[in-house]
């Protein structure tokens, strides 16, 4: 059973930082691409950044482009959203997601694009 568990989320003032981690264990495939979103009260959930393993690349929301950063460790098994210069519209509850290869058919983009998904940790940003 794939079980991503994500923590590090809390209350921030505006232009702070804080670090989510997603830890994952159970995997019996292989994982090809893992992704951080996001979904405000009343809003649909959102893509944040998704990292490839293979490779490194990344790919941000245009949003948080500049201010987060994904990164994860060799052996695949945590994943981080390091979180700058927060504003209050970053507020959210963060998830983070694994893609397996038929997931991984469907854009990055998309929440199709990912099989598995965390509980999800808060992130609020006070003003």
């Known amino acids: 059973q794939v079980q991503l568990v994500e923590s590090g989320g809390g209350l921030v003032q505006a232009g702070g930082s804080l670090r989510l981690s997603c830890a994952a264990s159970?995997?019996?495939?292989?994982?090809?691409?893992m992704g951080w979103f996001r979904q405000a009260p009343g809003k649909e959930r959102e893509f944040v950044a998704a990292?490839?393993?293979?490779?490194?690349?990344?790919d941000y929301a245009e949003s948080v482009k500049g201010r987060f950063t994904i990164s994860g460790d060799n052996a695949r098994t945590t994943l981080y959203l390091q979180m700058n210069s927060l504003k209050r519209d970053d507020t959210a509850v963060y998830y983070c997601?694994?893609?397996?290869?038929?997931?991984?058919?469907?854009?990055?983009?998309?929440?199709?694009?990912?099989?598995?998904w965390g509980q999800g940790t808060q992130v609020t940003v006070s003003s």
């Open positions: 997601a694994d893609s397996t290869s038929s997931s991984a058919t469907y854009s990055h983009l998309d929440t199709r694009g990912y099989d598995y």
């Open positions: 159970g995997r019996t495939f292989i994982t090809l691409r």
């Open positions: 990292i490839w393993w293979i490779g490194g690349r990344t």
